[in-house]
């Protein structure tokens, strides 16, 4: 059985600031992970993905997430965030059968 | 690449109608496709998985005669929400697989069914 625990509901930091949305899996086999973002009324757009490769997996616009299987991690952190960041973020499992499982997800808000 | 369409985008319904929503893989061949449902800020459910001309798998607590699935070609998947009722008002989400190692799924921008 796979599941993901998205650890806070909502993060809000200042534009220039850096970003953390923490993550937890937990999974039967060795997972793929992916991190989504969804802007409001708008299509999930995939952030970056970890499938077995290097453990540090770089995205789109900034992001990057750290794969740690002995933590069950893979936080999704950004160094610096722009007004165009705040939007809806899901963590996401697959157990090697393509079933994706979402986090409850983390809205980001980013201050002037 | 790796695009996936809904039309249409935005739909309001009497209660008691039926109303049918595409999903199109507009560039490479679903194997399989998906469809979510979610509810205003809430994450996104996994109602059924549907492969090309195979019945659909259903989620539990989902009712099949409720939410029909036909996926006729690798590139066309279709719900179509039978007699409608207002608690069936959400935000519904295919996305497609082209059966890669990875796993990953191309989302569709969704459909936002209203029902009055």
């Known amino acids: 059985a796979q599941s993901v625990t998205q650890l806070d509901s909502h993060v809000s930091v200042s534009e220039g600031t850096p970003v953390l949305l923490r993550c937890n899996y937990s999974s039967s086999y060795s997972p793929s992970l992916f991190w989504y973002v969804q802007h409001p009324n708008k299509g999930l757009q995939l952030l970056l993905k970890?499938?077995?490769?290097?453990?540090l997996v770089k995205g789109i616009n900034g992001f990057e997430a750290e794969f740690k299987k002995s933590e069950t991690s893979f936080h999704l952190t950004k160094p610096s965030a722009h007004m165009s960041d705040a939007a809806e973020y899901f963590c996401?499992?697959?157990?090697?059968?393509?079933?994706?499982?979402f986090g409850a997800g983390t809205t980001v808000t980013v201050r002037a | 690449g790796a695009v996936v369409s809904q039309h249409p985008s935005w739909v309001i319904c009497k209660s008691g109608t039926s109303v049918k929503i595409e999903c199109r893989s507009l560039d490479f061949q679903a194997t399989t496709m998906f469809w979510y449902r979610q509810f205003p800020k809430q994450s996104l459910m996994l109602m059924a998985t549907s492969n090309e001309g195979s019945k659909a798998t259903y989620e539990q607590g989902v009712e099949k005669d409720k939410f029909l699935i036909n996926h006729a070609s690798l590139t066309l998947s279709t719900l179509t929400v039978t007699s409608a009722h207002p608690e069936d008002s959400s935000f519904y989400i295919c996305s497609a697989w082209g059966g890669t190692v990875s796993y990953e799924q191309y989302f569709g921008p969704g459909t936002r069914l209203t029902v009055t």
């Open positions: 996401v499992v697959s157990d090697n059968d393509y079933k994706l499982s």
């Open positions: 970890y499938t077995s490769a290097a453990t």
